[in-house]
C-alpha cells in the first residue's frame, strides 16, 4: 500500500499519534525507527534479524529514506514486499539529516514504546528486546544505551565526549548521562517530541525538555558491517550547532560575559593608560602592544556577532517554513496497512 504526500504529514489526534492503535488495529507493543542512508548493503539484515525477536505485544519496523544516494529506495521496496512483520517505509524527498529523519519516523509510529537505532549493524538486535524491556517494566520515559567500548573511529569517539560534555553543560539532563542514538522512548514522550516543527531537531534535546524518568543500560557495540560511517566533521559540527542553538540561550549568555569581560579589560587598560601618561614622560610609541589588543577585541566581537547571527539565521528560517522533512511516499507491507472498514 502506498500513500504518497508531498509535505509533512499532519499531527494527528494525541490519542492516535502513538501508544493507541488506530481503528480495526490490534495494540502494538513496539516500534522501531531506522533512518536509513547509504544502508542500501545492512538494511535488509537489520530487518531480517528484528523479524526473529518476540517482544511483548509485538513489533513493527519504520524505515526512513533521508534521501540516501544509493539504491536504499530500492532494497526498501523490496523489504516491504516481503517482510514477516509490518514494516512501513517512508521516503525523504531530499537529505535532512539524521534527527529529521527520525522525528519522521517517529509520527508514524504506532507502538507503545518506540526504539530509534542505525542501520550499520552496529547495534546488535539482539539488545533491542533487552532495551525495551528495561524500559517498559521498570516504568522508565526514556532507557538510553551505553558503551563498553565503540566501535567508532578515534575522532568520531573524540567528538562525541566533546559533544555529551557539551550536552551537559547546556542541557538540563543526568550529569554523565551518555545521548547514544540507540534510544527507547514511552509513547508519552514521543508524543511530546513530535509537537516540535522546527526545521532544526535535536531529539535528545526535546527529550530532556519533556522528562527526568531517564535510565541507561549498557550494551554491546559491533565494528561496522559494510562501508564507512555517514558522519563527517561538518555533519558532526552540523550536529553540535542544533544542541548549542536551537534548545539553549547559554551561548548568547557566554557571548555576553565575553563582551562584559573584554569591556572590564578595556577598561582598566584605558586606565593604566592614562595612569602612565600622566606619571610617565618616556611612553614608549606601543605600536605592537596596541595592535594586539585590537586584534583580540575584534576577535572577541567576531565571535559574539557570529552566534548572533546563528540565532537570528535560524530565526529567520524557522519563520519561513523551512520545512523539517518533506515527505516524497509512505509504503506499508500488508501486515502494517491499516485495515479497511465496511461501511455503514
Not at 516491504?80 to 512501513?88: F, L, M, N, Y
Not at 532544526?200 to 562501508?227: C, F, K, N, W
Not at 557566554?254 to 610617565?280: D, P
Request: with cysteine.
Amino acid at each position: 500500500m502506498i500513500e504518497d504526500d508531498r509535505s509533512m504529514p499532519p499531527t494527528p489526534p494525541l490519542a492516535t499519534v502513538i501508544g493507541a492503535a488506530p481503528t480495526g488495529q490490534p495494540p502494538l507493543g513496539l516500534s522501531i525507527v531506522v533512518p536509513v542512508y547509504r544502508g542500501a548493503a545492512t538494511v535488509g539484515l537489520l530487518v531480517e534479524a528484528l523479524s526473529r525477536l518476540s517482544p511483548e505485544g509485538g513489533l513493527e519496523v519504520i524505515l526512513v529514506n533521508d534521501g540516501s544516494p544509493d539504491n536504499s529506495a530500492e532494497v526498501c521496496h523490496a523489504i516491504v514486499r516481503t517482510a514477516s512483520i509490518p514494516v512501513v517505509y517512508i521516503e525523504h524527498a531530499r537529505n535532512y539529516g539524521e534527527h529529521n529523519a527520525v522525528m519522521t519516523g517517529l509520527r508514524h509510529a504506532r507502538g507503545s514504546y518506540v526504539i530509534t537505532m542505525d542501520d550499520d549493524l552496529q547495534n546488535p538486535p539482539e539488545e533491542v528486546t533487552r532495551l525495551y524491556d528495561h524500559a517498559r517494566l521498570g516504568g522508565w520515559d526514556v532507557v538510553y544505551t551505553r558503551y563498553a567500548e565503540k566501535k567508532h573511529a578515534a575522532w568520531r569517539n573524540l567528538g562525541s565526549r566533546f559533544a555529551n560534555r557539551v550536552a551537559d553543560w547546556l542541557l538540563d539532563k543526568p550529569r554523565g548521562l551518555y545521548l547514544s542514538s540507540f534510544r527507547c522512548m514511552s509513547a508519552l514522550v514521543v508524543r511530546s517530541v513530535t509537537r516540535y516543527r522546527g526545521p532544526y531537531p535535536y531529539v535528545d534535546g526535546l527529550i530532556m525538555q519533556v522528562t527526568q524518568r531517564i535510565d541507561s543500560i549498557q550494551v554491546r557495540h559491533l565494528p561496522r558491517a559494510e562501508g564507512r560511517s555517514n558522519y563527517t566533521l561538518v555533519r558532526l559540527i552540523r550536529l553540535w550547532l542544533n544542541l548549542a542553538t536551537s534548545f539553549s540561550l547559554a551561548p548568547l549568555r557566554l557571548a555576553m560575559l565575553a563582551g562584559a569581560a573584554m569591556a572590564l579589560l578595556g577598561t582598566i587598560g584605558a586606565a593604566a593608560t592614562i595612569f602612565e601618561a600622566l606619571f610617565s614622560h618616556d611612553t614608549p610609541s606601543g605600536w605592537a602592544s596596541t595592535m594586539t589588543v585590537i586584534l583580540l577585541v575584534a576577535g572577541v566581537q567576531s565571535m559574539i556577532l557570529g552566534v548572533m547571527g546563528e540565532y537570528i539565521g535560524r530565526t529567520f528560517l524557522s519563520a519561513n517554513g523551512k520545512p523539517q522533512g518533506t515527505v516524497r511516499l509512505v509504503e506499508r507491507s500488508e501486515a502494517a496497512a491499516p485495515r479497511q472498514t465496511e461501511a455503514a
